[in-house]
């Protein structure tokens, strides 16, 4: 079964707005990690963020994390037609080997 | 550095056909994954090889067997095919380690099973 649900399943922006996903699990996890999918490619790494991280920054992504509701958000601000990708939040759960379990995705427009 | 390669890309199969899947990685990690995508479904783990010479079922392991050849390789083979396993098929790799495990990953391959 599928450990994160993410929301909204679909977003559609202007160039220049922010956007903001969100992730939601269901067991205690290591590690939460953002991944960003274009079309018809596979999977790039975005940001990490360990369980006893409350938020993180990387260039024009922020991450929180709110442990207590098992959630997560990713924020990109500024966005360019190039951030148009589907996101997925996948989670590392603490009593595991190492396996991520992902989330649904989702799929971001940004129109120019 | 070509990172997680994948072939073939592209694979149309007839019910009953096998066929094998090729993942090669040259980053040195230790672990390796194989993931399929369908609609909807976000990706799922069919199998993954926490290093060399060990292999474990997934979430999705029926149908499937796979092979770590050494530690760069790890294919995943398709017995008997069946229109259920009309997906998009990724191969991942890790350094390994339970506190990190941040994923790689290969181009995919689509595979449609008539």
């Known amino acids: 079964s599928q450990q994160g649900e993410e929301d909204p399943q679909a977003l559609s922006i202007q160039e220049g707005e922010n956007a903001t996903m969100n992730c939601s699990y269901k067991?205690?996890?290591?590690?939460l990690q953002w991944y960003r999918q274009n079309s018809g490619r596979g999977l790039v790494h975005l940001i990490l963020i360990r369980s006893n991280e409350r938020e993180k920054h990387s260039g024009r992504l922020r991450v929180t994390l709110d442990t207590s509701k098992k959630s997560s958000s990713l924020l990109i601000t500024a966005s360019r037609a190039a951030d148009t990708a589907s996101y997925f939040c996948a989670t590392l759960r603490s009593s595991n080997t190492g396996k991520l379990i992902f989330g649904q995705g989702t799929t971001l427009q940004v129109k120019p | 550095n070509a990172g997680v390669t994948q072939t073939p890309k592209f694979q149309v199969l007839k019910t009953g056909q096998s066929m094998t899947l090729q993942c090669a990685q040259d980053?040195?990690?230790?672990?390796m994954y194989w993931y399929r995508q369908d609609p909807g479904m976000g990706l799922r783990l069919i199998y993954y090889?926490?290093?060399?010479?060990?292999?474990d079922k997934g979430e999705v392991p029926n149908g499937y067997n796979v092979s770590r050849l050494n530690k760069r390789e790890f294919s995943l083979r398709l017995e008997s095919a069946a229109p259920s396993q009309t997906s998009v098929y990724f191969c991942?790799?890790?350094?390994?380690?339970?506190?990190?495990?941040?994923?790689?990953f290969g181009p995919g391959t689509r595979l449609t099973v008539l």
């Open positions: 991942a790799s890790s350094a390994s380690g339970v506190t990190l495990n941040e994923q790689f």
């Open positions: 980053m040195n990690h230790n672990s």
């Open positions: 067991t205690s996890i290591n590690n």
């Open positions: 090889s926490a290093s060399e010479g060990t292999t």
